[in-house]
């Protein structure tokens, strides 16, 4: 709500805000001359934004965690299966010649990166997190070095806004954005929301999922699925933003402990809040806008390492 | 009555034979051990029972039931099984991981009933101390006690154990012992694979022995004792010293 009255265009200030929702609300018309600007700050590009970042942090937060509870790793998240290059390249590409929509590009080669890094891994009908997060490595080099290509041959223009991508793009979000993204997202989420207790069964191994009832390999690619939709989707329409499904899944399980009953519900809400709030800052603290996906990085990164001090988790368990 | 039947049952892992012709039957509600060498094959057997490796010629009836044609979630409410080491991640709750065992029972979210199992379960393990305690602070001994109530959680017929006392200390072994020995007297038929042949001897119904790709039975209890049979068992150099009417079995020194 507070995001709705904070931004840097100069003639829409909060009390001016208040005052033509209080008038909306109460039902009289329009008072002051500046009605009409003050419908367009707030309704079609303030109120657009704050509902695309808060599903957009809330798509990563629940994907991230569910990611990492499948895998039994917790730091993984959906970038580390080349999702972000994929879909970086394939927003370059789609700027560079503009064949199809930049959105639909990213999505399409977000989960063509994924699909690759999963059927490269995979074997005897299972998956390894060894395997995977080498296969991502290797996806989101091939990846990393088209987008490079792409780069280097678009003109000063397009390279912009390219680059301008890659840093998450929620400045300019709008109501088909939202449209564009908010099923897929609804229908990832809501599956890993159905999930949220297997995932519980499937943190305690392959083995013990299996004697307990459950088939674990198509479990977790269901689940997969369902998370690299909600990613895709998310980043699709947002741009990268860095270490954000890897950082909410861990304060989410500081605050309510492991119980993904409660934390894949809770990672949804407070990784939608949380965006909202880092967005905030990134439209308020300087002149003009911060990247969001930087400001995410800056944050992510010391965040990241000390965590690996601290669990003594390594890849290979 | 039979529990478990295996005929004629072969396994090859890579080309490579480990079981051949192994024809076994295990009784129902007794502790039966299966003692071997490193590498003979006894865990392999027990995973093959316990529905995680497909087998390639013979038959396995376990209360009736093939268990090639046996899914998980079927397979699940029969047989529980208990891996040799579990290693967790994150630090569930005492009470979250004996729920994870009615995984079988539930088709996304736990009711009530599968709480008040994983609850009777806890009890039955004698652990009602530790329900809220974090499962990953635990000692060896404590967690193992978990898994246990985790899988019987699942109501199985049968239960089958790798190594379930191999990373505990000696109190804990002979608790955990007593455990399923108190469990198989309830009825419960229990199979576990175990390193130590004076632990199986003190606290075993009945005892098979995996040696050259093949699963025997020792003929009389009395075998059990016998120290040229299990000179066979372990290839070995072993003795026997004679200890309050009973034998100790220990590795023989040049």
């Known amino acids: ?317 | 009555m039979k529990a478990i039947q295996v005929h004629n049952l072969g396994f090859f892992y890579k080309n490579v034979c480990v079981l051949d012709n192994v024809n076994a039957d295990i009784e129902t509600g007794k502790l039966t051990f299966i003692l071997g060498k490193n590498g003979s094959g006894k865990s392999t057997f027990l995973r093959i029972l316990a529905g995680l490796l497909p087998y390639q010629k013979g038959d396995i009836h376990i209360l009736g039931n093939d268990n090639s044609k046996l899914n998980y979630t079927e397979r699940s409410k029969i047989v529980g099984f208990l891996n040799q080491q579990h290693k967790a991640v994150f630090p569930f709750s005492v009470e979250e991981v004996v729920l994870t065992g009615r995984a079988g029972y539930v088709s996304y979210i736990p009711k009530e009933i599968d709480k008040q199992a994983a609850k009777l379960a806890i009890e039955k393990v004698g652990i009602t101390h530790l329900a809220n305690r974090n499962y990953t602070e635990l000692s060896g001994g404590e967690q193992q006690l978990v898994m246990i109530a985790r899988v019987l959680a699942q109501n199985p017929k049968v239960l089958l154990l790798d190594e379930p006392t191999s990373h505990l200390d000696f109190s804990n072994q002979a608790h955990l012992l007593s455990l399923l020995k108190k469990l198989a007297n309830e009825g419960l038929t229990i199979v576990a694979v175990l390193h130590d042949p004076n632990l199986a001897f003190l606290y075993g119904d009945d005892f098979l022995f995996v040696r050259d790709k093949q699963v025997i039975r020792s003929a009389t209890s009395a075998d059990a004792w016998n120290v040229d049979f299990l000179k066979t068992i372990y290839h070995g150099n072993l003795e026997a010293i004679p200890y309050n009417g009973r034998a100790l079995l220990v590795p023989y020194m040049n």
């Open chain 1, 1 to 317: 709500m507070v995001s709705l009255f904070i931004g840097p265009s100069q003639a829409a200030s909060p009390g001016d805000i208040l005052k033509s929702l209080f008038n909306f609300i109460s039902g009289n018309q329009a008072t002051t001359e500046n009605y009409t600007l003050l419908k367009s700050v707030v309704f079609d590009v303030r109120l657009p934004r704050i509902l695309l970042t808060f599903i957009t942090g809330g798509a990563l937060a629940v994907s991230g965690c569910s990611i990492q509870a499948i895998f039994r790793n917790p730091l993984t998240d959906p970038y580390i299966l080349g999702l972000s290059s994929g879909a970086a390249f394939g927003a370059a590409l789609a700027m560079a010649f503009a064949f199809i929509p930049v959105q639909l590009s990213a999505f399409i080669f977000g989960l063509l990166a994924v699909g690759l890094s999963y059927f490269m891994a995979r074997k005897n009908k299972s998956i390894s997190i060894v395997s995977l997060i080498l296969s991502g490595i290797i996806v989101s080099g091939i990846f990393t070095a088209l987008l490079t290509v792409i780069q280097y041959v678009s003109d000063p223009f397009k390279l912009q806004s390219i680059v301008h991508w890659t840093m998450g793009n929620l400045h300019n979000a709008n109501w088909s954005k939202l449209q564009s993204s908010i099923i897929p997202i609804a229908i990832g989420v809501s599956v890993l929301i159905i999930y949220r207790w297997r995932m519980n069964v499937l943190a305690m191994g392959d083995d013990e999922a299996r004697t307990a009832g459950i088939n674990p390999d198509k479990d977790k690619l269901i689940i997969l699925v369902a998370a690299t939709l909600a990613s895709t989707s998310a980043v699709a329409v947002a741009g990268i933003i860095g270490l954000y499904g890897l950082i909410i899944p861990h304060m989410v399980r500081m605050m309510i402990g492991p119980d993904n009953r409660q934390s894949i519900p809770l990672n949804f809400l407070f990784g939608g809040t949380f965006l909202l709030i880092i967005d905030n800052f990134s439209r308020t603290i300087s002149g003009f806008e911060i990247p969001i996906g930087v400001f995410t990085m800056l944050l992510g990164a010391p965040f990241f390492i000390y965590l690996m001090k601290k669990t003594n988790i390594g890849w290979g368990n």
